[in-house]
């Protein structure tokens, strides 16, 4: 294993980030740019601080994924991304191509899908570190994939030991945990009235989803037998849809992901039609 590193990042996720973090931003012909702002602002600390070696943001693609073909209510209670987030994305993507970030994206799949194919593809080659704010992500932590995070300013880094700190169980049996205790965010199901508590008690005693199925006889008390048998429906279709597809194929390797923050330069026709004058001065002084 190399000490370089690889930097991949859940676009959507920093561009809702970037969008309610900054109120109001927009340019003198009234075009929003408050999510475009705030998303290279974080994605330059990133590369001030860490000094990434390789990058790739990946992003969702606007159509049904196969996760609503398995089950059409997925997501069913999320509100739309707002207009004037949606108008802000191609300039999000317009910032990254200017300074030859990698955007990956694959039709029928989340961005999570895409980053856990670039884990599964380059993993044995590079340390990774996933910048997500995304429960199910952190089922991609291993010996040499963290996942990257800041929570009220402050920089958080997440392994298998603190993942097991936090939700009782280790990464690979996250999908597990989701499955049984649901999650409301996405509609997922779970076991009707099992919590965290118990998900991560039943995934200790006796392994995942398919295990705790197979042993239902032997859980105690009754009250919990009784939830998970009737729910087992439910409680394997939850981790059909919280298990994450490693298996997208992308015709790129390592090397094309390379990071040269040298090129900043070419934000500065993009920065001057969005009005980001002060962004302009800071690279022209090179204090970016």
Same mark, same amino acid.
């Given at each position: 294993?190399?000490?370089?590193?690889?930097?991949?990042?859940?676009?959507?996720?920093?561009?809702?980030?970037?969008?309610?973090?900054?109120?109001?931003?927009?340019?003198?012909?009234?075009?929003?740019?408050?999510?475009?702002?705030?998303?290279?602002?974080?994605?330059?600390?990133?590369?001030?601080?860490?000094?990434?070696?390789?990058?790739?943001?990946?992003?969702?693609?606007?159509?049904?994924?196969?996760?609503?073909?398995?089950?059409?209510?997925?997501?069913?209670?999320?509100?739309?991304?707002?207009?004037?987030?949606?108008?802000?994305?191609?300039?999000?993507?317009?910032?990254?191509?200017?300074?030859?970030?990698?955007?990956?994206?694959?039709?029928?799949?989340?961005?999570?899908?895409?980053?856990?194919?670039?884990?599964?593809?380059?993993?044995?080659?590079?340390?990774?570190?996933?910048?997500?704010?995304?429960?199910?992500?952190?089922?991609?932590?291993?010996?040499?994939?963290?996942?990257?995070?800041?929570?009220?300013?402050?920089?958080?880094?997440?392994?298998?030991?603190?993942?097991?700190?936090?939700?009782?169980?280790?990464?690979?049996?996250?999908?597990?945990?989701?499955?049984?205790?649901?999650?409301?965010?996405?509609?997922?199901?779970?076991?009707?009235?099992?919590?965290?508590?118990?998900?991560?008690? +039943?995934?200790?005693?006796?392994?995942?989803?398919?295990?705790?199925? @197979?042993?239902?006889?032997?859980?105690?008390?009754?009250?919990?037998?009784?939830?998970?048998?009737?729910?087992?429906?439910?409680?394997?279709?939850?981790?059909?849809?919280?298990?994450?597809?490693?298996?997208? @194929?992308?015709?790129?390797?390592?090397?094309?992901?390379?990071?040269?923050?040298?090129?900043?330069?070419?934000?500065?026709?993009?920065?001057?039609?969005?009005?980001?004058?002060? +962004?302009?001065?800071?690279?022209?002084?090179?204090?970016?």
């Amino acid at each position: 294993m190399c000490n370089k590193n690889l930097f991949l990042v859940d676009g959507n996720s920093y561009a809702y980030r970037a969008y309610y973090a900054i109120k109001g931003l927009k340019n003198s012909k009234g075009f929003p740019t408050n999510a475009v702002y705030g998303f290279f602002n974080m994605l330059n600390r990133i590369i001030n601080e860490e000094c990434p070696d390789y990058m790739a943001v990946a992003f969702d693609v606007k159509a049904p994924t196969f996760r609503h073909e398995v089950y059409e209510d997925y997501k069913i209670h999320r509100k739309p991304m707002p207009e004037d987030l949606v108008s802000q994305l191609p300039w999000i993507k317009k910032v990254l191509s200017a300074i030859g970030i990698t955007i990956c994206e694959a039709e029928g799949y989340e961005a999570d899908d895409v980053i856990a194919s670039l884990v599964n593809k380059f993993k044995k080659e590079i340390n990774i570190f996933v910048v997500s704010d995304d429960k199910d992500i952190l089922q991609l932590i291993d010996n040499n994939v963290m996942v990257y995070k800041y929570h009220n300013g402050k920089k958080i880094i997440l392994n298998s030991e603190k993942v097991k700190q936090k939700y009782g169980i280790y990464p690979d049996k996250i999908p597990d945990f989701l499955a049984l205790k649901g999650d409301k965010s996405d509609n997922i199901p779970g076991v009707c009235g099992i919590g965290k508590k118990y998900s991560a008690e +039943l995934i200790s005693q006796y392994g995942g989803v398919e295990d705790i199925i @197979s042993n239902l006889e032997k859980i105690e008390p009754a009250i919990l037998r009784d939830k998970i048998k009737e729910n087992v429906k439910d409680a394997v279709l939850s981790k059909k849809l919280t298990v994450l597809e490693k298996s997208i @194929s992308f015709h790129f390797e390592l090397g094309d992901l390379i990071l040269r923050p040298d090129n900043r330069d070419n934000l500065i026709p993009i920065f001057k039609d969005l009005e980001f004058n002060n +962004l302009i001065k800071k690279i022209k002084s090179n204090t970016i």
